[in-house]
């Protein structure tokens, strides 16, 4: 009797671990409009992963090995994981993305343009801001470095929107 329950609780212990090991990831789509530079007046659109498990309340993680998955297109270049490191993926208390920072050149709760590299980019969401929650910065900083704003979303609630819409906010402001 006590093997069998020995067993039991091991195949139970093995499903645990077995799910966690395949655990589910949280997505979330995005768009950014180009407003400035050699970009302006083009979009781009993409998506980004991350392990659900990381979603805990006020954690925070940096590194290249924070996202599961990302792709973008930004004018001819694409981006995947492998192009891209995470400068802060942080949570608020509801274990909801409070602060994001993605891009080519990013390091510990920064990311930045490098001056010398035309394909540089990064981008952040901001849940809190009063500005532009969403935005991206793409080329170096010169006359053809563009700026962007646009929607992240989580596709799992595609209804429940974060877009930054300039005529939205400048009708707000009148």
């Not at 994981?81 to 400068?87: F, I, N």
């Not at 563009?146 to 429940?160: I, L, M, Q, R």
Request: aromatic content about 12%; overall charge negative; glycine content about 8%.
């Amino acid at each position: 009797m006590t093997r069998l329950l020995g067993r039991a609780f091991l195949l139970a212990c093995l499903a645990l671990s077995v799910d966690s090991v395949f655990a589910d990831d949280r997505t979330y789509v995005f768009t950014i409009n180009w407003q400035s530079g050699s970009l302006l007046g083009s979009s781009s659109a993409g998506s980004l992963s991350f392990d659900e498990s990381l979603a805990m309340a006020n954690n925070q993680y940096v590194g290249p090995d924070v996202l599961s998955a990302f792709s973008l297109t930004i004018g001819s270049t694409f981006y995947g994981l492998a192009s891209v490191s995470t400068g802060l993926l942080w949570f608020d208390a509801n274990a909801d993305v409070r602060l994001l920072m993605v891009g080519t050149d990013c390091g510990f709760g920064y990311c930045s343009v490098h001056p010398t590299e035309p394909d540089t980019f990064y981008l952040v969401y901001d849940s809190q801001s009063q500005l532009d929650p969403f935005f991206a910065v793409a080329g170096p900083p010169n006359a053809e470095q563009s700026y962007g704003v646009g929607c992240f979303n989580d596709a799992a609630t595609p209804e429940k929107t974060n877009c930054t819409d300039i005529a939205t906010r400048k009708s707000a402001r009148s």
